[in-house]
């Protein structure tokens, strides 16, 4: 069954440092996002990329988050510099016609 | 804005007990609405989804939910839980159009104990 897979499971940074999470979305979707959980909170929508292009954000996503396609295969998201309350897990998900979106198994980010 | 409610944070069952795991929106239209699993250390799996037509709605794992529109709800029900069961389970919905930007509810932890 194709899978959404997320690069790496666990990362840990430094405070003040660039990160760059990785998604591989399922090959025939068109539509991609990236959540995130702070631990013991809810799930919360960040981003929608569709077409090359951000669909929408939440006010969440702000000026140090961005979001790129560099390929064909690979959704990255990136963080300039990151806060300590950046600490989260952070899901990639892909749907085929926004119907229903397959999460990947989330990246653990620590800043310290 | 959307905002999801799921009562039950923690929910301890024996194996064969029923389920029911409450879950209210608020919302000013038409929602889709979805029950999503994540079993430990996976992602988050579609138990169920619904957009229209049939309120009571069949999922995977003998799962279901009902949309009760004049309760805002969509609670999970399943009749006799087993242990592999113990899980996350999230409600969340989506405006019209699909899962493009899903708002979920905290969570409730489901242990099944044998």
């Known amino acids: 069954e194709p899978e959404v897979t997320q690069t790496p499971s666990h990362q840990v940074t430094q405070m003040g440092q660039e990160v760059i999470l990785r998604c591989v979305p399922i090959?025939?979707?068109?539509?991609f996002y990236w959540y995130r959980q702070i631990l013991g909170q809810k799930v919360e929508f960040l981003v929608s990329f569709y077409n090359n292009e951000i669909s929408e954000k939440s006010e969440i996503f702000d000026d140090q988050f961005s979001v790129e396609r560099p390929d064909g295969s690979n959704f990255t998201l990136k963080i300039r510099s990151t806060k300590l309350e950046d600490s989260a897990m952070y899901f990639c998900a892909s749907s085929e016609n926004r119907a229903e979106a397959f999460f990947g198994q989330g990246t653990r980010l620590t800043v310290v | 804005a959307q905002s999801v409610s799921q009562h039950n944070h923690h929910v301890i069952l024996s194996e064969a007990a029923s389920l029911e795991l409450g879950c209210n929106y608020s919302y000013g239209g038409t929602v889709n609405l979805f029950w999503y699993v994540q079993y430990p250390g996976q992602h988050l799996q579609l138990l169920l989804k619904?957009?229209?037509?049939?309120?009571l709605v069949k999922g995977i794992k003998g799962f279901e939910a009902e949309f009760i529109k004049s309760k805002f709800s969509f609670n999970l029900r399943k009749p006799s839980v087993q242990w592999s069961d113990t899980a996350e389970y999230f409600c969340a919905v989506s405006p019209p159009g699909g899962g493009n930007k899903l708002t979920f509810g905290t969570g409730t932890q489901l242990k099944v104990e044998l």
């Open positions: 619904y957009f229209s037509g049939d309120p």
């Open positions: 090959s025939n979707h068109l539509y």
